[in-house]
């Protein structure tokens, strides 16, 4: 019996009144529809989750014949959880030992690279900045920016110790 001949035939034993009839024909609507989902073959409205997936692009996830699959770690690394690894340094202490102000270069290259020339006064504490990496070189240089001794810093140093003979340096 279909909807339509179950509303002209008077419904449940033709007494029930108009709103109820219309209630109980989208009760039964709502069960066919239900009952459809459930029939294989039968197209389906796509989820949520699949709608972030770019369906008929090869190689990506949600691809025809493509499984949705998470990166594969490689290597040593693969083993390990991630690590919070901490921040680098962004600046280094400058010590000196030595009794007299000294001339530093900070780079590479003195007298032919590119950094920044400074004195460091004697038996002083002061700070340098980095690199974004962690790392800077530390020079000693002579009154014609000749490089007499160096160090270098990198992210686990603390410090660069000017020695007392004030020709020496060291990373620490």
């Known amino acids: 019996m279909a909807a339509g001949s179950f509303l002209r035939e008077g419904g449940l034993a033709g007494g029930v009144r108009g709103d109820m009839k219309l209630s109980i024909v989208l009760a039964v609507s709502a069960i066919a529809l239900g009952a459809c989902a459930q029939i294989p073959g039968m197209p389906q409205v796509p989820s949520t989750a699949s709608l972030t997936q770019a369906p008929g692009v090869p190689g990506a996830p949600g691809a025809p014949g493509e499984a949705a699959k998470a990166p594969e770690a490689k290597g040593p690394e693969a083993a390990k959880a991630p690590e919070n690894k901490p921040s680098v340094p962004t600046t280094v202490e400058i010590r000196s ?68 003979s004030c020709t020496s340096i060291s990373a620490k």
Not at 117 to 145: A, Y
């Open 97 to 164: 030992e030595c009794s007299k102000t000294v001339s530093v270069f900070y780079g590479d290259k003195p007298k032919f690279g590119s950094g920044k020339k400074s004195s460091v006064s004697g038996n002083s504490t002061s700070t340098e900045g980095r690199k974004s990496d962690g790392t800077l070189t530390v020079w000693l240089i002579d009154d014609k920016e000749n490089g007499i001794a160096s160090a270098s810093v990198g992210p686990d140093t603390k410090k660069v110790v000017i020695g007392s």
